[in-house]
């Protein structure tokens, strides 16, 4: 069955510092990946994706991840983060086994913590 | 205004009732989701579907039914609650390039 191992579950971090959250899939089929970014007490939003074509995309908030195929890796960077970046950050993969009808298999999470 | 929204936000019910949790989209999205939220799980599928009138099990269905009669609506339904539905339950729709845009969510307690 398909799975997202998301590798940290809490990551501190100091403001205007660099961050990367990472996040692994298995899967030997063609894959979609998503970062989803949750804020206390709200729903799930989309900060980007990954169907096909550059390995590099961009999101919002200044956020990046790049898709390895090689090492099925997903990994969401910000160069430097601000105190509104405190949130609960999702990796998520949809297609493939046990996910063909487009439902997202999702990662347990990881919250991420700017400090002053 | 465009968007999914659900309701109620927040219910609190006891061990043996039924509960309706509703979601409504405008976008006429065709694919429509449930998920929970729990502690130490992440966010696990209930159940989804693909149009009006076809639904399917996701990975943890036991204890909810689901209905839609129309494509705006996706009602998750509790049939007799239980203490482990005690949850965060999030509805979402499915863009054509697969993005899912979630609502804001439902916090149901069972006492």
């Known amino acids: 069955a398909q799975s997202v191992t998301q590798l940290d579950s809490q990551v501190p971090v100091f403001e205007e510092a660099p961050v990367e959250l990472r996040c692994n899939y298995s899967?030997?089929?063609?894959?979609?990946l998503f970062w989803y970014v949750q804020y206390p007490n709200q729903g799930l939003q989309l900060l980007l994706k990954y169907l096909s074509g550059s390995t590099l995309v961009k999101g919002i908030n200044g956020f990046e991840a790049e898709f390895n195929k090689s090492q099925t890796s997903f990994h969401l960077r910000k160069p430097s983060v601000h105190i509104s970046d405190t949130a609960e950050y999702f990796c998520?993969?949809?297609?493939?086994?046990?996910?063909?009808?487009?439902?997202?298999?999702f990662g347990k999470g990881t919250k991420l913590s700017v400090k002053p | 205004d465009a968007g999914i929204t659900q309701s109620p936000r927040y219910k609190i019910t006891e061990t043996g009732r039924q509960v309706t949790l509703m979601c409504h989209q405008t976008?006429?999205?065709?694919?429509m989701f449930w998920y929970r939220q729990d502690l130490g799980h992440g966010l696990r599928l209930i159940y989804y579907?693909?149009?009006?009138?076809?639904?399917d099990k996701g990975e943890v269905p036991d204890g909810y039914v689901v209905s839609r009669s129309k494509t705006e609506n996706f009602p998750l339904t509790l049939e007799s609650a239980t203490r482990s539905q005690t949850s965060v339950y999030f509805c979402a729709s499915r863009t054509p390039s697969y993005e899912q845009y979630f609502g804001p969510g439902t916090r149901l307690t069972v006492t």
């Open positions: 976008w006429s999205h065709s694919y």
């Open positions: 899967s030997s089929v063609s894959v979609y």
């Open positions: 579907s693909a149009a009006a009138d076809i639904t």
């Open positions: 998520a993969v949809s297609g493939g086994y046990g996910g063909s009808q487009g439902n997202l298999i």
